[in-house]
């Protein structure tokens, strides 16, 4: 499942780095955004490795659409949600290349394979 959100990043957490069991080495930064909904929300996005780079560019402050997927798994009969953000990129970029929707709706999901609102598409005979 991939989404999108805008918003404004309102913290930044300590970068975490690490040796992995197979020796690779990793890194691990979270940051919080406020989300620009008519009752805003504070969520909580992770970027790893290359990523980790790509978010210093961004202050806190600064408003950024992002890309993201939502994962959860279990360990000792506890569940642990990781929201991982894939791409992040500067609102204003996005504004000034014609594709942003910063304001209106902040998640979009990707709609179902053969999915089409169009109802002049549809096959069906009923």
Not at 1 to 29: C, F, H, R, Y
Not at 42 to 61: A, I, Q
Not at 89 to 95: L, P, R, V
Not at 112 to 123: T, W
Request: hydrophobic content about 30%.
């Amino acid at each position: 499942m991939a989404l999108d959100i805008s918003g404004k990043i309102v913290q930044k957490m300590n970068k975490t780095e690490g040796i992995s069991k197979a020796g690779k080495p990793w890194s691990k930064q979270e940051f919080v955004i406020e989300t620009f909904d008519t009752y805003p929300r504070k969520v909580c996005l992770s970027v790893m490795n290359d990523k980790v780079n790509e978010l210093e560019r961004y202050n806190v402050g600064d408003t950024i659409n992002a890309s993201l997927n939502i994962e959860s798994r279990e360990y000792n009969g506890r569940w642990y949600t990781d929201v991982r953000a894939w791409k992040i990129n500067s609102a204003q970029a996005a504004t000034n290349g014609g594709n942003s929707q910063t304001g209106t709706d902040t998640f979009h999901a990707d709609p179902e394979p053969g999915f089409s609102s169009d109802a002049a598409s549809d096959d069906l005979p009923f």
